[in-house]
């Protein structure tokens, strides 16, 4: 790790919590950041002690998306492949959150713009402080919301709302933002970092296994036909019925006591 | 040779062979192949056994042949490898294979599916032939199995770049018949290799060699092959059961006869 880690990264309780660490560049993204979290993703991914991830932003902003300073275009100069960009980090990242077998909390502290926005909305679980805002920010450059984004908009706020979102850039406040379903609760300023503590904790203590598969079925709903959909729900159910979470959660009901759940 | 580097499991009548050399992603290395080719042949032999499943790890069915053999080979020690004779004994298989793949299945891995019955796979599964990478080129029914099987563009791109097609995409095409969650792509194709091997052994064993034939003829001879088959069943005393039993509603007892 570098002396001045662009993402920070905390294990407590089963929590890992990643945070983006630019706040001059409001959590802005450049190569060697996206390196930093793609490692500290990976965290996520093996430790099997990590049992929810919470992702947020240091300073005033979440992730203002791809940092402008690194790209370097000026007019006259030859296109650069925006594309090479979007297949190398950012849709590796959506990628690998929204297959992640374990919860993610996005506690989204300030602004998400852009790819930020979208990450954000990748979170299976979004809360945002009051004084968060979503913007679709790419129309305004001539660009396609992109790492998921033009995907997750019309998912979480239906067809209308994405299309103006998308092509007007306009700001969307946390209070918008929860009245068209787009994310989970928003907070006050100040109790954003307790709500989503105590949530995040709670989550760490759940059958993350069964939890995983339910991350699998709900995605997968995007896609699938109800018929495709049944037969997945079936297939999960199984493997689901064989954790040992679901033996310690039944005989926890029968017995009247609180599950002690591993994960597993 | 270790006897490890296959580990085989019988339930009911059907075996199980699991490639095991996690520590060199199961490559086929040409020893490799001919203890598979023996085991295959054993249960071809054995008449408690009816369908052969094929599996690998969760992250590789099998990773190509051994590029340390590869690396050795000269034209006059290509010229007489005794792998094409290994690949040929699979191919003569009578009972049906089916595969069941997670991870990669790349290069002679791949092969080793095209030549089985069925093939179904995982999502992670990811299936190629990047010998054209190594400046080799397919060399075990790659370049034949393949076209048959997905048509001529998409065969042209897998060969030449190389690169790899993903479970939805091979499922889109035709190259694999299921795809299921990792989790369960096992024991969802014993499930299917069960549900093979309870019917009557003579009428599976016509009904592969008939399918197979359709790729080795034209139409009008496969389907002469296809009612020499037929007839030859009619005298089968397994036929006589499975109609009597579907009559008075029942299930089969079939005695191979």
Redesign the interface.
């Known amino acids: 790790m570098p002396n001045n880690p662009m993402i920070l990264t905390k294990i407590e309780q089963g929590v890992l919590t990643i945070t983006l660490n630019r706040p001059d560049r409001l959590n802005s993204f450049n190569d060697e950041m996206h390196r930093q979290l793609s490692d500290a993703i990976k965290i996520a991914e093996r430790d099997d002690t990590v049992r929810c991830l919470v992702i947020t932003g240091a300073g005033k902003g979440f992730c203002a998306g791809q940092d402008l300073n690194d790209r370097n275009v000026s007019v006259g100069e030859k296109a650069p492949d925006l594309g090479f960009s979007v297949e190398t980090f950012y849709n590796p990242l959506i990628r690998r959150l929204t297959h992640l077998p374990k919860p993610i909390i996005c506690a989204v502290n300030g602004v998400a713009a852009g790819a930020g926005a979208a990450i954000a909305l990748a979170g299976d679980i979004v809360i945002a402080a009051k004084s968060a805002s979503f913007i679709q920010s790419f129309c305004r450059l001539g660009l396609v919301p992109d790492s998921g984004g033009s995907w997750f908009l019309p998912q979480l706020a239906g067809h209308a709302r994405a299309m103006g979102m998308a092509l007007l850039g306009d700001k969307i406040s946390a209070e918008q933002a929860l009245q068209w379903g787009m994310i989970w609760q928003v907070t006050e300023n100040e109790d954003l970092v307790e709500t989503v503590d105590s949530l995040a904790k709670h989550l760490a203590t759940q059958p993350t296994y069964g939890l995983g598969l339910i991350k ?1 079925a709900i995605y997968s709903a995007a896609t699938n036909t109800l018929d495709e959909q049944l037969d ?1 729900e079936r ?2 159910q ?2 689901g019925g064989r954790s040992q979470d679901y033996r310690e959660g039944v005989d926890a009901f029968l017995n009247k006591r609180t599950p002690q759940f591993k994960g597993k | 040779m270790d006897t490890n580097w296959i580990l085989s499991h019988q339930e009911n009548r059907v075996l199980t062979l699991t490639l095991n050399r996690p520590e060199i992603r199961n490559a086929l290395s040409t020893d490799f192949l001919e203890l598979l080719a023996e085991h295959l042949e054993q249960a071809d032999n054995a008449t408690d056994i009816g369908v052969i499943v094929i599996t690998g790890n969760s992250r590789f069915f099998a990773a190509g042949a051994d590029l340390k053999e590869l690396q050795k080979q000269t034209v006059a020690s290509a010229t007489t490898d005794r792998r094409p004779q290994i690949w040929r004994r699979i191919s003569l298989i009578s009972k049906p294979i089916i595969t069941a793949v997670n991870g990669y299945a790349l290069g002679a891995g791949f092969e080793l599916l095209l030549a089985s019955d069925i093939i179904v796979a995982g999502e992670s599964a990811r299936f190629g032939l990047p010998e054209i990478t190594l400046g080799l080129m397919p060399g075990a029914g790659g370049t034949q199995r393949l076209i048959r099987s997905v048509g001529k563009s998409l065969a042209m791109q897998m060969v030449l770049t190389g690169e790899a097609i993903t479970a939805k995409k091979a499922q889109q095409v035709g190259l694999i018949s299921e795809i ?2 990792d ?2 792509v096992l024991e969802s194709a014993q499930k299917l290799a069960l549900r093979i091997a309870n019917h009557a052994p003579l009428a599976v064993r016509s009904a592969k060699a008939a399918l197979n034939n359709a790729q080795e003829t034209h139409l009008s001879v496969g389907l002469q092959l296809e009612r020499q088959y037929f007839v030859t069943l009619a005298g089968t005393e397994d036929r006589l059961e499975g109609i009597n039993a579907f009559f008075e509603k029942r299930d089969p007892q079939f005695t191979g006869q």
């Open positions: 699998k997945l297939d999960l199984r493997l | 299921y969650v989790d369960l």
